[in-house]
């Protein structure tokens, strides 16, 4: 199925080491946003690209950077991880108007011990 | 910044008894979308309401958006194991919040057999 593909599923890092998560978007979609949720909480937007660019960026340290490729694939990069970096990590995917919602990967799980 | 609060934050019902959820904002939104999160899973979108007073069905869902654009519902009928998980409300605000959603916190049901 062509929906939004993530990797990797489980993570484990260690505090103050650099994390690159990805996510392949679904196919026809070429707006990606990047959610953190952490146990028992809704997702917390982190950035949104489109064209390549961010575009949009929640309350996130610069800790927190992305990247996006000319096949819409994206990255996020975390630096200088913390204990408190840990949870799910999704990534969402829309066409140009958004109007069908998004769609949203199984996410990569990150624990930082 | 832009803030949605969703009640009640769990709500256990027993299996045949109707479900309802409420999103609040404090400011006026351009549309509210509707995700449904399964426990493990990742959230999968229910729909995206635009109109003032909107209502749409889905089924046993009935969305609702308020008049004034501030608030919005959903309500299940007859509720089913299946229905399982937890309701996000996720606006796009105004000023500046277009394109990126805002989850609440959601609200968590679970269905008594």
């Known amino acids: 199925d062509a929906g939004v593909t993530q990797s990797p599923t489980h993570l484990i890092k260690t505090r103050g080491q650099q994390v690159t998560l990805r996510c392949s978007p679904k196919s026809g979609h070429d707006t990606v946003s990047w959610y953190q949720q952490a146990l028992g909480q809704g997702p917390q937007f982190i950035f949104q690209?489109?064209?390549?660019?961010?575009?949009q960026r929640g309350n996130f340290p610069d800790r927190f950077s992305g990247h996006q490729f000319p096949n819409y694939s994206s990255e996020l990069n975390v630096n200088a991880l913390l204990l408190g970096d840990s949870a799910l990590y999704l990534c969402?995917?829309?066409?140009?108007?958004?109007?069908?919602?998004?769609?949203f990967g199984s996410g990569t799980r990150l624990t930082v011990v | 910044g832009q803030q949605v609060m969703q009640i009640p934050q769990y709500q256990h019902v027993q299996e045949g008894e109707d479900f309802t959820t409420y999103c609040n904002s404090s400011?006026?939104?351009?549309?509210i979308q509707w995700y449904k999160q399964r426990p493990g899973g990742h959230p999968v979108f229910l729909i995206q309401?635009?109109?003032?007073?909107e209502v749409k069905k889905q089924k046993r869902l009935t969305f609702q958006f308020g008049e004034a654009k501030k608030n919005s519902s959903l309500h299940i009928t007859a509720t089913q194991t299946t229905d399982v998980g937890t309701y996000f409300c996720a606006p796009r605000g105004y000023g500046g919040s277009q394109g990126n959603l805002i989850f609440g916190k959601g609200t968590k049901l679970s269905v008594k057999p």
């Open positions: 400011t006026t939104l351009s549309n």
């Open positions: 309401l635009v109109k003032s007073g």
């Open positions: 690209y489109y064209e390549e660019e961010e575009r």
């Open positions: 969402a995917s829309r066409d140009r108007g958004g109007a069908r919602g998004y769609t």
